[in-house]
Nanobody
Framework: QVQLVESGGGLVQAGGSLRLSCAASGPTFRTYAVGWFRQAPGQEREFVATINYSGTNTYYADSVSGRFTISRDNAKATVDLQMNSLKPEDTAVYSC???????????????WGQGTQVTVSA
C-alpha cells in the first residue's frame, strides 16, 4: 500500500506562490504515477496535474498550465506542486493521489492523502 500526506497549504494573496508537498511511504511508491486534484466547496473534484512514475511525463489542466509545476523526487519519496501566480479561483482543498498511470480522471487513482487547504485572497 501507499500512504500519502500533503503539506504546504495556507493563505496567500493573489499573485503569490505556494509549494505543496506530497510525502509518500511504502516500498512501491516509485512504481506509481501521482496526481494532484483540488475541490472547492460545492464543486466537483478537479484535475490539476499528474506525473508518471519516473517523472519523465507530466500533464496539466488548462487552468493551471504555465503557472503550476509538478515534480517528484523518488529518492525522497515526494511529489511537489509549485504554484505561482495564484488566483482566487485556485482556492480549494488540494489532494495528492497515487495510481497506475498519470491519468486525468480521479477515479483511476487508488491511494489518497487527506488534503491541504489553499486559500487565495483577492
Amino acid at each position: 500500500q501507499v500512504q500519502l500526506v500533503e503539506s504546504g497549504g495556507g493563505l496567500v494573496q493573489a499573485g503569490g506562490s505556494l509549494r505543496l508537498s506530497c510525502a509518500a511511504s511504502g516500498p512501491t511508491f516509485r512504481t506509481y504515477a501521482v496526481g494532484w486534484f483540488r475541490q472547492a466547496p460545492g464543486q466537483e473534484r478537479e484535475f490539476v496535474a499528474t506525473i508518471n512514475y519516473s517523472g519523465t511525463n507530466t500533464y496539466y489542466a488548462d487552468s493551471v498550465s504555465g503557472r503550476f509545476t509538478i515534480s517528484r523526487d523518488n529518492a525522497k519519496a515526494t511529489v511537489d506542486l509549485q504554484m505561482n501566480s495564484l488566483k482566487p479561483e485556485d482556492t480549494a482543498v488540494y489532494s495528492c493521489a497515487a495510481g497506475l498511470a498519470p491519468r486525468r480522471d480521479y477515479r483511476l487513482y487508488d491511494y489518497w492523502g487527506q488534503g491541504t487547504q489553499v486559500t487565495v485572497s483577492a
